[in-house]
């Protein structure tokens, strides 16, 4: 097929179907799991089953002589390896530095949460390895404990170091002004949010094969990671005490990360560990059931938001108070992230003239908190968001009027917030208008009535989204040509099922012209990639995409100079488009294949040009980029049972230049879907007395399926930024951003003629049924 036919095929702004899908779809994929190596031990972690305990002993007896067994190895085993190192530089309310106790790998005395793991047993099967973990006896000491948010600051010391269970706070904004404006505001409303906490549930569990290579001296790591390169470095610099080039970590396909995959796990120190030890690789892979308490948790959150407003329901101040649940521990700055990442956009898409925010992180028995799907911007949307329905409701206003009237104008961008960023651009009145359109909130009142006469109480939810995304951190592409003329493409960045292979040969495409087929898409292995700092933070795109754009030009830089020679024309007057270079007023032209051929023959060279065609590139934009939408819902409520139905979805956003408008939707739906979740059913919930995780499994923790989804429309207005050559914001978590509040916001809204208020996520059956009975109680909420 020529070059010609395929441009605009591939390029940006097709909905091209999804490369990787074919294989992926016959079971060709290759998962951590698909890797076994010969001579492989099997790895099985005892967890603590107590929420809060001493250890007093181990006797390790009977499980080190139980058949197949190489090793039971404890806290003490393991005490040479190093920790994880925070960078930020946060304190306590008293000005001492912040309280962040690392994990250690393995626990020595204490456990902190259900979960913790205190031994490692290996064997030469997994059977046997869980035979042996089995006969470990480990003697507990079991000590109060607390779980809630709310409950922890005057609760059981986690740490005794740190009796107030306080790890830091974190402020935003102007205090004194903020303080003024609620003084002087015409009204103001106030109320409570929680944020329940909850588990990222990717498809593929994690797991980790470690390899200890005593010839060259190197351990290999094959594990599910989101960051490959910052793993690797993590490994070397904190833990293992060696220099990068002696560690070599490898992500093949990853079944969904989230975030939440995006880091070092104590497994993954271990598995090395123990293959160095034992002289063979070591395999450790997390059943369904061990994934809950194994892995970093999400959310979490009590807030305490209030909103000052004018005589004429324009917006004065912000005054948010945070408790952020970190869990107990605080390994890394990846584990606070969320607690600062929910700052900058808790004033949404409105102006507001001054802000205050205040996060307290505090420590808990429980897992720790990390990034997942939108890292604080679902609760920084969602506490604004309702607050706005709240106060409309209040104040007797109606709610989209009440967002209409405090919207920022797209002739303010870029704005400069009250919580101290910058929109660069964007057009929140246009996105709004067209969500409003797109649902037809105009008939909303006929569909209510219609619901109504068949028994069910109908809601409209909508909320405006806005994230941070992309922000300014370098990333890494290697366009490497062969002999042949086709080409290998590198990237630091790490797909976990966005689709990365065909949105960066769609960027490659339309930049170079090159046919998809004939180009090798390479991520996830710190080997053969030269950096990276992976996908997190919906940056691979924009950064990624936009280092693919720079390496490109690079190519096209020194392949008109060989063109030039191969065209006998001057360099200044050689042209690249549509894949090919071209004599300026000619219809000579030469495509980039055959350049490239051309490049590795030193006789076809211009003099003194080096041979080869293979550029990179590192781009690190100057600022974030801001994806923004509108989301409508509608829901359905059986008052009888307290079902909720989500019976209409629309979006309208703005993630700038679209790539792929089929993956992006694709994206937009799964964000979707796992802001619902959230919304109308997940939660991971502990016993509050005794600490034990009640939601162990997916018997107890329910996820949505498709029949909890309806058709989720989404319509794109993009208002591409300037901050990158592609125009492209981020889009991987625009969907649960929005999701989050709207779903909530409907709810209440079928709710509120029944006079309920209040009702926190997730707004599962039995809740909804108790706030119904609740508000119909005489003397009630209502
Ligand atoms: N896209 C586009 N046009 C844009 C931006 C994005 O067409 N302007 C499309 C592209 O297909 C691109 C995809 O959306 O490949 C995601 O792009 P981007 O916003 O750059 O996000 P990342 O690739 O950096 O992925 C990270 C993001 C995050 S932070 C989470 S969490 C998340 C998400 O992606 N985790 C995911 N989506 C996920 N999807 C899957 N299947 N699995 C996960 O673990």
């Given at each position: 097929?020529?070059?010609?036919?395929?441009?605009?095929?591939?390029?940006?702004?097709?909905?091209?179907?999804?490369?990787?899908?074919?294989?992926?779809?016959?079971?060709?994929?290759?998962?951590?799991?698909?890797?076994?190596?010969?001579?492989?031990?099997?790895?099985?972690?005892?967890?603590?089953?107590?929420?809060?305990?001493?250890?007093?002993?181990?006797?390790?007896?009977?499980?080190?002589?139980?058949?197949?067994?190489?090793?039971?190895?404890?806290?003490?085993?393991?005490?040479?390896?190093?920790?994880?190192?925070?960078?930020?530089?946060?304190?306590?309310?008293?000005?001492?530095?912040?309280?962040?106790?690392?994990?250690?790998?393995?626990?020595?005395?204490?456990?902190?949460?259900?979960?913790?793991?205190?031994?490692?047993?290996?064997?030469?099967?997994?059977?046997?390895?869980?035979?042996?973990?089995?006969?470990?006896?480990?003697?507990?000491?079991?000590?109060?404990?607390?779980?809630?948010?709310?409950?922890?600051?005057?609760?059981?010391?986690?740490?005794?170091?740190?009796?107030?269970?306080?790890?830091?706070?974190?402020?935003?904004?102007?205090?004194?002004?903020?303080?003024?404006?609620?003084?002087?505001?015409?009204?103001?409303?106030?109320?409570?949010?929680?944020?329940?906490?909850?588990?990222?549930?990717?498809?593929?569990?994690?797991?980790?094969?470690?390899?200890?290579?005593?010839?060259?001296?190197?351990?290999?790591?094959?594990?599910?990671?989101?960051?490959?390169?910052?793993?690797?470095?993590?490994?070397?610099?904190?833990?293992?005490?060696?220099?990068?080039?002696?560690?070599?970590?490898?992500?093949?396909?990853?079944?969904?990360?989230?975030?939440?995959?995006?880091w070092q796990y104590p497994e993954h120190r271990l598995v090395l560990w123990?293959?160095?030890?034992?002289?063979?690789?070591?395999?450790?892979?997390?059943?369904?059931?061990?994934?809950?308490?194994?892995?970093?948790?999400?959310?979490?959150?009590?807030?305490?938001?209030?909103?000052?407003?004018?005589?004429?329901?324009?917006?004065?101040?912000?005054?948010?108070?945070?408790?952020?649940?970190?869990?107990?521990?605080?390994?890394?700055?990846?584990?606070?992230?969320?607690?600062?990442?929910?700052?900058?956009?808790?004033?949404?898409?409105?102006?507001?003239?001054?802000?205050?925010?205040?996060?307290?992180?505090?420590?808990?028995?429980?897992?720790?908190?990390?990034?997942?799907?939108?890292?604080?911007?679902?609760?920084?949307?969602?506490?604004?968001?309702?607050?706005?329905?709240?106060?409309?409701?209040?104040?007797?206003?109606?709610?989209?009027?009440?967002?209409?009237?405090?919207?920022?104008?797209?002739?303010?961008?870029?704005?400069?917030?009250?919580?101290?960023?910058?929109?660069?651009?964007?057009?929140?009145?246009?996105?709004?208008?067209?969500?409003?359109?797109?649902?037809?909130?105009?008939?909303?009142?006929?569909?209510?009535?219609?619901?109504?006469?068949?028994?069910?109480?109908?809601?409209?939810?909508?909320?405006?989204?806005?994230?941070?995304?992309?922000?300014?951190?370098?990333?890494?592409?290697?366009?490497?040509?062969?002999?042949?003329?086709?080409?290998?493409?590198?990237?630091?960045?790490?797909?976990?099922?966005?689709?990365?292979?065909?949105?960066?040969?769609?960027?490659?495409h339309e930049r170079l012209g090159l046919d998809p087929g004939d180009v090798?898409?390479?991520?996830?292995?710190?080997?053969?990639?030269?950096?990276?700092?992976?996908?997190?933070?919906?940056?691979?795109?924009?950064?990624?995409?936009?280092?693919?754009?720079?390496?490109?030009?690079?190519?096209?830089?020194?392949?008109?100079?060989?063109?030039?020679?191969?065209?006998?024309?001057?360099?200044?007057?050689?042209?690249?488009?549509?894949?090919?270079?071209?004599?300026?007023?000619?219809?000579?032209?030469?495509?980039?294949?055959?350049?490239?051929?051309?490049a590795f023959q030193p006789a076809a060279l211009p003099k003194g040009l080096?041979?080869?065609?293979?550029?990179?590139?590192?781009?690190?934009?100057?600022?974030?980029?801001?994806?923004?939408?509108?989301?409508?819902?509608?829901?359905?409520?059986?008052?009888?049972?307290?079902?909720?139905?989500?019976?209409?979805?629309?979006?309208?956003?703005?993630?700038?230049?679209?790539?792929?408008?089929?993956?992006?939707?694709?994206?937009?739906?799964?964000?979707?879907?796992?802001?619902?979740?959230?919304?109308?059913?997940?939660?991971?919930?502990?016993?509050?007395?005794?600490?034990?995780?009640?939601?162990?499994?997916?018997?107890?923790?329910?996820?949505?399926?498709?029949?909890?989804?309806?058709?989720?429309?989404?319509?794109?207005?993009?208002?591409?930024?300037?901050?990158?050559?592609?125009?492209?914001?981020?889009?991987?978590?625009?969907?649960?951003?929005?999701?989050?509040?709207?779903?909530?916001?409907?709810?209440?809204?079928?709710?509120?003629?029944?006079?309920?208020?209040?009702?926190?996520?997730?707004?599962?059956?039995?809740?909804?049924?108790?706030?119904?009975?609740?508000?119909?109680?005489?003397?009630?909420?209502?």
């Amino acid at each position: 097929m020529s070059h010609y036919r395929l441009m605009g095929q591939f390029g940006i702004g097709q909905s091209v179907r999804r490369f990787e899908d074919a294989r992926l779809v016959r079971g060709e994929g290759r998962f951590h799991d698909d890797v076994s190596l010969p001579g492989q031990a099997h790895a099985v972690f005892v967890r603590s089953i107590h929420a809060h305990a001493r250890i007093r002993n181990f006797d390790a007896v009977d499980s080190s002589r139980a058949p197949g067994v190489l090793g039971v190895f404890t806290g003490a085993d393991v005490a040479g390896l190093g920790t994880m190192k925070m960078t930020l530089k946060r304190r306590r309310p008293d000005g001492s530095p912040m309280f962040a106790p690392p994990h250690r790998g393995l626990t020595r005395d204490r456990v902190r949460y259900v979960g913790d793991p205190v031994a490692m047993v290996i064997a030469q099967t997994l059977a046997e390895a869980e035979d042996a973990a089995e006969r470990l006896v480990i003697d507990y000491e079991p000590l109060p404990s607390v779980t809630a948010t709310a409950d922890a600051v005057g609760g059981p010391a986690v740490w005794d170091e740190c009796p107030d269970n306080i790890s830091n706070v974190h402020e935003v904004g102007d205090r004194a002004a903020t303080d003024a404006a609620f003084a002087g505001a015409a009204r103001v409303v106030r109320r409570r949010y929680v944020i329940s906490r909850v588990h990222a549930q990717y498809m593929e569990t994690r797991g980790a094969l470690g390899v200890w290579d005593a010839g060259e001296q190197r351990y290999t790591l094959y594990a599910d990671v989101q960051y490959p390169h910052r793993v690797r470095t993590a490994l070397a610099t904190n833990i293992l005490n060696v220099p990068e080039h002696q560690i070599r970590v490898i992500a093949g396909d990853v079944g969904g990360g989230f975030g939440t995959k995006g880091w070092q796990y104590p497994e993954h120190r271990l598995v090395l560990w123990a293959a160095r030890r034992l002289g063979r690789p070591v395999k450790w892979r997390c059943e369904r059931r061990e994934a809950i308490p194994a892995d970093e948790h999400a959310r979490d959150n009590v807030t305490d938001a209030e909103l000052a407003l004018d005589a004429d329901g324009r917006f004065l101040a912000l005054r948010v108070r945070t408790l952020a649940n970190v869990g107990a521990y605080v390994s890394s700055d990846r584990n606070l992230l969320a607690t600062f990442s929910n700052i900058a956009t808790l004033v949404g898409v409105y102006t507001f003239p001054t802000a205050h925010v205040q996060v307290t992180s505090v420590l808990s028995n429980t897992n720790s908190t990390a990034p997942y799907r939108g890292a604080g911007r679902p609760e920084a949307t969602y506490v604004i968001e309702r607050l706005i329905d709240d106060a409309a409701r209040e104040l007797g206003l109606d709610a989209i009027d009440l967002r209409r009237r405090n919207l920022v104008p797209a002739s303010a961008m870029p704005y400069r917030t009250a919580t101290g960023v910058t929109y660069d651009c964007g057009d929140f009145s246009t996105q709004m208008e067209a969500a409003l359109k797109l649902a037809d909130v105009g008939g909303f009142a006929a569909r209510r009535e219609t619901a109504r006469r068949r028994g069910r109480l109908r809601g409209l939810g909508v909320a405006n989204a806005i994230e941070r995304a992309a922000g300014p951190q370098p990333e890494f592409a290697e366009i490497r040509f062969s002999p042949g003329g086709t080409a290998m493409l590198f990237m630091g960045t790490k797909n976990q099922g966005q689709g990365h292979e065909t949105t960066f040969k769609q960027i490659l495409h339309e930049r170079l012209g090159l046919d998809p087929g004939d180009v090798r898409y390479v991520d996830g292995d710190t080997d053969r990639v030269a950096f990276g700092m992976g996908s997190m933070g919906s940056r691979s795109t924009v950064i990624g995409g936009t280092a693919i754009w720079m390496a490109a030009d690079k190519i096209i830089a020194k392949g008109r100079r060989i063109a030039a020679k191969m065209l006998e024309a001057a360099e200044a007057d050689i042209t690249f488009a549509n894949g090919a270079f071209a004599v300026v007023g000619t219809d000579r032209t030469l495509p980039l294949k055959d350049v490239a051929r051309a490049a590795f023959q030193p006789a076809a060279l211009p003099k003194g040009l080096e041979p080869g065609l293979y550029e990179t590139a590192t781009f690190s934009p100057p600022s974030d980029t801001w994806p923004n939408g509108c989301h409508v819902c509608e829901v359905e409520i059986d008052p009888e049972t307290g079902a909720v139905a989500l019976v209409a979805y629309v979006i309208a956003d703005d993630v700038g230049t679209v790539i792929n408008p089929l993956t992006l939707k694709g994206q937009i739906h799964g964000g979707v879907a796992q802001g619902v979740g959230q919304a109308l059913m997940e939660q991971i919930v502990y016993d509050p007395d005794s600490g034990q995780l009640l939601t162990g499994s997916f018997m107890d923790y329910a996820i949505p399926r498709a029949d909890s989804l309806p058709e989720v429309v989404v319509e794109s207005h993009p208002v591409p930024t300037k901050l990158n050559p592609l125009g492209a914001k981020g889009a991987g978590e625009a969907g649960t951003v929005g999701a989050l509040p709207v779903v909530m916001i409907a709810v209440l809204d079928a709710l509120a003629p029944l006079g309920v208020r209040q009702l926190d996520m997730p707004a599962s059956p039995a809740r909804v049924w108790s706030a119904i009975r609740e508000a119909q109680r005489p003397g009630g909420r209502a």
